[in-house]
T-cell receptor, first 115, second 112 residues
């Protein structure tokens, strides 16, 4: 099984629908992140969480919400999906470190299409 | 405004030659820089990192060079192999704990 598992892997939905993308990890990491990837823009941070009681907005949080249900689970919700939220979404985790780079472990991605 | 820039969307290199991927950043407070590789239908995977107190870090065929005064770093792959064909993301952080900011990526094609 993958260290970071995202479900669903692919989803097509309609404008105005509520969508939830789920992420679970078996790495035991404290930190979890949601990114979206768009062509030419790279990976942009939506939300991140450094522990179960800590939720922080990233660069592009408008239109999204998150829930950290447990150390291993971090879900991303689109309350009312719109077409420009069509993108590839990645969940990532990292461990708390005393020093060194913050190395992320990514899931395989969830491709969302909003019609 | 993008804090991490990769101005070449794509790069094509012959197998066995050197691949050089470039990255520029604007925030002088960044103190760690990372490179990730991404294959289609997979998530990005960590490749190599460098601290701002160093100017070079090497791991096998991969070497990252950092020029702080120019706010520029580069990833060298020598020799390039067809399996290196992927999208490479440059990334940066302010501290070892902070969120990671990514560039737009460079798609590398290594031609056999």
């Amino acid at each position: 099984d993958a260290d970071v598992t995202q479900t669903p892997r692919n989803r097509i939905t309609k404008t105005g629908k509520r969508i939830m993308l789920e992420c679970s990890q078996t790495k035991g990491h404290d930190r979890m992140y949601w990114y979206r990837q768009d062509p030419g823009l790279g990976l942009r941070l939506i939300y991140y969480s450094f522990d179960v009681k800590d939720i922080n907005k990233g660069e592009i949080s408008d239109g999204y919400s998150v829930s950290r249900q447990a150390q291993a689970k971090f879900s991303l919700s689109l309350e009312s999906a719109i077409p420009n939220q069509t993108a590839l979404y990645f969940c990532a985790t990292s461990d708390r470190q005393v020093s060194g780079a913050n190395v992320l472990t990514f899931g395989a991605g969830s491709r969302l299409t909003v019609l | 405004d993008q804090q991490v820039k990769q101005n070449s969307p794509s790069l094509s290199v012959q197998e066995g030659r050197i691949s050089i991927l470039n990255c520029d950043y604007t925030n002088s407070m960044f103190d760690y820089f990372l490179w990730y590789k991404k294959y289609p239908a997979e998530g990005p995977t960590f490749l190599i990192s460098i601290s701002s107190i160093k100017d070079k870090n090497e791991d096998g065929r991969f070497t990252v060079f950092l020029n702080k005064s120019a706010k520029h770093l580069s990833l060298h792959i020598v020799p390039s192999q067809p399996g290196d064909s992927a999208v490479y993301f440059c990334a940066a952080t302010k501290t070892s704990y902070d969120k990671v900011i990514f560039g737009p990526g460079t798609s590398l094609s290594v031609i056999p």
